[in-house]
């Protein structure tokens, strides 16, 4: 879930947001996935993998997001 999250951030970041403000956007993106990524895991009250869900998570949202940012980068030298 955390992971399509990240992918809508950045769709958005690149369609809506202008070239200058798109790292902007992409960090508030990662950050949402963060505060999301938290708030799900500690509202399943399970304490065997909690660490093992969140890096996943994270991992999962820095990698969509880090994709995204080399893209607008290989777009803005177009």
């Known amino acids: 879930m955390i992971w399509l999250v990240a ?3 950045a ?3 690149g369609v809506l947001v202008a070239p200058e403000n798109r ?4 960090s ?4 949402g996935c963060t ?3 938290l ?3 500690l509202s399943t009250g399970q304490k065997e993998g909690y660490v093992h869900r969140v890096i ?3 991992v999962g949202s820095v990698l969509i997001l880090g994709a995204a940012t080399g893209l607008f980068a290989l777009l803005g030298l177009v």
């Not at 790292?23 to 992409?26: A, D, N, Y």
């Not at 508030?28 to 950050?31: P, Q, R, Y």
Request: aromatic share 4%; net charge neutral.
């Open 56 to 58: 996943l998570s994270l």
């Open 35 to 37: 505060i999301l990524t």
């Open 28 to 31: 508030l993106s990662l950050a």
């Open 39 to 41: 708030a799900a895991q």
């Open 7 to 9: 992918v809508v951030g």
């Open 11 to 13: 769709v958005l970041t």
């Open 23 to 26: 790292l902007v956007w992409i």
